[in-house]
């Protein structure tokens, strides 16, 4: 299987037989490997990596050599313990073990929340409307809904699209105390935390909030700019005509 452009060497080794639900996400388009880019990344790899207590210097020696190879229930990842290097053989630390996709998926979720910055956020034209400014100078649209919060960034199409290549992992991210099913986006956090929610139950709390002060200050600005409450108004301040007397 031959390493592709947008595919990390650890998911498209020549001499590993990876399993039939593995090559099912690697596509002829390799820009649609969305749940072997998103999900199942060096980059989370390396995040779990750290968590279960390796060196930054044991995650750099080792992650080169890494095989991840996503069953349709678990991952398999493995990096061998020894390595040739410049013809000798070195000892590195090495792992193989079976890992569960809810670990991937709380990984993601803690890294898109690391990363969220509230402070790049700008109101919107709307009350359930926020902008953000991305790394490139880019803005972006998040629309708040009551139950979730979408965004028209490129890495909250693609997580998205990976949920939907993967049910077991979407199965986890339905489960998961914080989010209950949002898509975890940095920018989408990013939300959160300028409305001051820690969890999605918290975030839908804050939005009945937000809306109910929008209904309130928009009935305010009709009531105040009625222009049919005005005219009521200055009819019933004029005199009344006096009638003919007959």
Same mark, same amino acid.
């Given at each position: ?8 060497? *650890? ?22 490997? @969305?749940?072997? %880019? ?12 750290? +968590? ?18 996503? @069953? ?7 990096? =061998? ?11 590195? %630390?090495?792992?193989? %073990?079976?890992?569960? +996709? ?16 509230? @402070? ?32 028209? =960034?490129? *890495? ?29 986006? +940095? ?9 001051? *929610? ?15 002060? *929008?209904?309130?200050?928009?009935? +305010? ?26």
């Amino acid at each position: 299987m031959p390493a592709q452009k947008f595919s990390a060497i *650890a998911h498209t080794r020549s001499n590993y037989n990876y399993s039939v639900f593995h090559q099912s996400l690697l596509h002829e388009n390799n820009g649609d490997d @969305y749940a072997l %880019r998103h999900l199942y990344s060096l980059e989370n790899t390396k995040a779990m990596l750290s +968590k279960w207590g390796w060196t930054a210097d044991e995650i750099k020696a080792g992650i080169d050599y890494a095989t991840i190879d996503v @069953y349709k229930s678990v991952v398999y990842f493995h990096i =061998c313990n020894k390595i040739i290097k410049r013809g000798q053989t070195i000892k590195i %630390r090495g792992i193989s %073990r079976f890992i569960s +996709k809810a670990d991937y998926v709380g990984i993601l979720i803690e890294r898109c929340w690391a990363k969220a910055d509230p @402070y790049k956020l700008e109101p919107g034209s709307e009350w359930d409307e926020l902008i953000a400014k991305g790394n490139t100078g880019d803005f972006y649209e998040l629309k708040l809904h009551r139950y979730e919060v979408t965004c028209t =960034c490129h *890495a909250y199409s693609g997580i998205e699209k990976a949920f939907t290549q993967d049910a077991v992992a979407t199965k986890h991210l339905m489960l998961h105390d914080t989010v209950k099913g949002q898509i975890p986006d +940095k920018h989408i956090f990013a939300v959160w935390k300028y409305l001051g *929610a820690q969890t999605l139950q918290q975030y839908e709390y804050c939005w009945m909030e937000r809306k109910e002060a *929008a209904m309130k200050e928009q009935d +305010k600005c009709s009531w105040q700019y009625d222009p049919d409450s005005e005219a009521l108004a200055s009819h019933r301040a004029s005199p009344e005509p006096e009638l003919l007397d007959w």
